[in-house]
């Protein structure tokens, strides 16, 4: 027997996708508002012409305003949103993809939005609110939450505000970092996560690569010492996936260290790991941070990453994930996931 949705589906094909295109539309205002149809149009990667008509109609029936300062979403729009949201994930596929990627990667959750991270800014704005959704469900007073770096886990540090539901915190950097792109560092985002939620954070401004003698010498200074214990008492854990050639590039690792990572087979990084495709862990950087085996430890571990670049990377980390990890990714990065597996 067809559910009411497969038979509206066989009778109405394009309702679905305009549907969800008008969903993403509403989505991507309720989080950006104030925004133009200019600025909207190219966070979506669709014509301004087509943003135009569907807006005009979505603020026909009263879901957003208009204004000089740009769109806005209404109270009905977010009812609508809210009310919607079971029905667009059913339709496109998601929540079935959601549940299948959840029982052969082994682990507690997989939270996937629509499109493509690798091709649409937005998806990242997306995949940080959904980020910042699961720490207030699972974050409690006098929690330690450690943060990597990395332009996901920054969109969420950008997403979180001031909530009863995130008070008594302490965010710190999971891992140093000093040198280039420090919008993108631990450090700043442990700052931008305390700062937005009005909570305290703890940073680490250490160099990545160290020798063995540097290591051990860092370990005894009182500040390094701070965090360390503070390592021990995390609650929650926030981290990117990387590709290996993306890490190895943003760390500005030398030829030769870059072709031995190629000859080892790496393909994924996370805490300063790098992984083959079998999950086996190929090099380490020598740093002080978060070790991997205390991050299986933490009760709640949100992994973000998307992108179908990083699927195989993304794969490469989940073989030795913990059970207790949420994972937050996008539509086109899961679908490849499962080609993968399915392979």
């Avoid at 000089?68 to 009310?83: A, D, P, Y």
């Avoid at 000859?263 to 941070?289: H, L, M, N, P, W």
Wanted: overall charge neutral; aromatic content about 6%.
């Amino acid at each position: 027997m067809l559910s009411l949705t497969e038979a509206q589906l066989k009778m109405l094909p394009e309702m679905a996708e305009s549907l969800q295109i008008r969903y993403r539309i509403l989505q991507m205002v309720q989080m950006l508002g104030p925004i133009g149809r200019r600025s909207l149009a190219e966070s979506l990667s669709l014509p301004e012409r087509e943003v135009r008509k569907e807006t005009d109609l979505l603020r026909e029936q009263t879901l957003m305003d208009v204004s000089r300062s740009g769109m806005t979403i209404t109270e009905l729009g977010v009812q609508v949103l809210e009310k919607l949201k079971p029905l667009v994930y059913e339709w496109s596929g998601i929540s079935d993809l959601e549940t299948q990627l959840q029982k052969l990667l082994g682990i507690k959750k997989v939270i996937i939005v629509d499109g493509n991270l690798d091709l649409e800014p937005s998806v990242k704005t997306l995949m940080g609110v959904e980020a910042v959704t699961q720490l207030e469900q699972y974050a409690k007073p006098q929690d330690i939450v450690a943060v990597t770096g990395g332009s996901t886990v920054a969109a969420a540090s950008n997403a979180v505000q001031k909530s009863n539901r995130l008070k008594d915190l302490t965010f710190i950097a999971a891992r140093g970092g000093m040198g280039v792109e420090v919008q993108m560092q631990a450090n700043t985002i442990a700052s931008n996560f305390a700062t937005n939620s009005g909570n305290d954070y703890r940073t680490l401004y250490l160099p990545e690569h160290l020798s063995e003698a540097a290591y051990n010498a860092m370990k005894e200074e009182p500040m390094v010492q701070e965090m360390l214990g503070l390592y021990e008492k995390t609650s929650i854990v926030i981290h990117g996936i990387g590709s290996a050639d993306e890490m190895s590039g943003r760390r500005k690792s030398s030829e030769a260290e870059r072709q031995a990572l190629q000859k080892s087979g790496a393909v994924g990084e996370a805490f300063g790991y790098y992984f083959d495709e079998k999950g086996k862990a190929v090099q380490r950087i020598r740093t002080v941070g978060l070790q991997l085996e205390q991050v299986k430890s933490c009760p709640t571990i949100l992994a973000i990453a998307g992108g179908t670049k990083k699927a195989k990377a993304i794969l490469s980390y989940f073989k030795n994930a913990a059970q207790q990890t949420i994972f937050i990714t996008d539509m086109a990065a899961a679908q490849q996931m499962f080609k993968i597996i399915q392979k």
